[in-house]
């Protein structure tokens, strides 16, 4: 992936110049200064920071070192429908901040956040390792130039499987349905990968859904919960079940399972003949932010890649920092061998068969979340 990165470097460097001046008159007119204090308070996902060890402390210890900041790291984020419906709407909606200074939902959920103006604007100026940002990043059409978020980590959906109990290689999302795995099959708790990819299985395409094309994906769904073909919706609880026999094979999210190999390497994921989805997850300063300044710094601080790495080395999910194959290598080890991961890296020819969400109306998508919520809560 950085085999070209000078001409990537320049491209970004284009972008965050012309961000950094629209974000400036963005910000012009909502606050005259950046908001700081000597706490900093980040709600994110589980599973997707390094810890402290014994020889080497962890990315919030370093950067509490560094910054002199205090650090409130909480990884209990929980589903973006909760968090959206009980953190964001009934404060940000009031005119009251959500007491994070950095929350870290999906996309498309920051997307949602960024329309209804409830977001700060990075203030870019305080984070020049911006310039590090994979492109491909900087041209969301609800958020070109990257101007309101700053991606945390990208992972992949496909099928992870146990050899053992499917007793043949698994290839197609067909094999989600197929009887011979009744009462042991999984799918995840995410309306946009779940319905997606039964979408994508009946020949739809989810980066230009449409409601008829979801619903009939619900539909073959809520018929294989009914007959027990599903076993169960989870979120990255598939790895116990994995672990445990429960589900021979489920829908899962790359990073779980490459944590997952380091004990099971007989377990497999595979991008479904289909294709899959790519998604990541990412940085928002929330309106009414106490810490935008720590914030920036914090961004600033993970998206130098040698620090971005060691993030990469521990969660392995997808870092959005450039230059982090070369640092994985600088690293040694097993850091080093991930740099040869078809998951972490995946080649071209992966990428032409992933899909990302192509959204639909806000209450479209509302009614869907709400049967979808109802049918994995059942």
């Known amino acids: 992936m950085d085999h070209y990165r000078v001409t990537r470097r320049s491209f970004i460097a284009g972008a965050l110049a012309s961000s950094v001046a629209l974000a400036s008159c963005a910000s012009s007119g909502r606050r005259e200064k950046v908001s700081s204090s000597s706490r900093l308070r980040i709600l994110s996902w589980s599973d997707y920071i390094d810890t402290d060890e014994q020889d080497a402390p962890g990315t919030v210890s370093r950067f509490e070192q560094s910054s002199r900041l205090d650090v409130d790291y909480s990884d209990e984020y929980p589903s973006n429908t909760e968090a959206f419906s009980d953190l964001f709407e009934p404060n940000l909606g009031r005119g009251r901040g959500v007491g994070w200074d ?17 977001l700060d604007p990075l203030p870019l100026e305080l984070v020049p390792n911006h310039v590090n940002l994979e492109p491909t990043f900087l041209t969301m059409p609800w958020d070109r130039g990257a101007r309101f978020q700053l ?17 043949r290689e698994v290839h197609s999302l067909a094999d989600l349905f197929d009887p011979a795995f009744r009462g042991r099959v999984g799918m995840v708790t995410e309306m946009r990968e779940t319905v997606a990819l039964t979408m994508a299985l009946q020949g739809a395409d989810p980066s230009r859904p449409t409601r008829e094309a979801a619903e009939r994906a619900l539909e073959t769904l809520t018929a294989a919960k009914r007959d027990g073909q599903i076993r169960e919706f989870t979120g990255n609880e598939f790895r116990d079940r994995l672990r445990s026999g429960d589900f021979a094979l489920c829908l899962a999210w790359s990073g779980d399972i490459v944590q997952l190999q380091r004990e099971r390497p007989d377990i497999r994921f595979v991008i479904p003949d289909e294709g899959g989805m790519q ?14 300044a720590g914030a920036a710094r914090w961004m600033n601080f993970v998206y ?20 982090v194959r070369d640092e994985l290598r600088k690293l040694g080890g097993d850091a080093a061998k991930l740099a040869d991961s078809p998951i ?35």
């Not at 130098?304 to 230059?323: E, H, L």
């Not at 990428?351 to 049918?375: C, I, K």
């Open 304 to 323: 130098d890649p040698a620090n971005a790495a060691r993030i990469t080395a521990a969660v392995q999910y997808i870092s959005p920092v450039i230059g």
């Open 151 to 167: 991606p945390w980590q990208a992972g992949l959906t496909g099928i992870a499987y146990n050899p053992a109990l499917t007793k």
């Open 279 to 292: 998604w990541f997850d990412t940085m928002v300063i929330p309106r009414h932010a106490d810490n935008a």
């Open 344 to 378: 972490l890296f995946p080649d071209d020819e992966t990428r032409q068969r992933l899909y990302t969400w192509g959204g639909l109306p806000a209450d479209v998508e509302d009614d869907l979340d709400a049967r979808f919520t109802t049918l994995t809560a059942g």
């Open 102 to 118: 950095i929350v870290v939902p999906t996309y498309w959920l920051a997307s949602r956040l960024v329309t209804r103006d409830w």
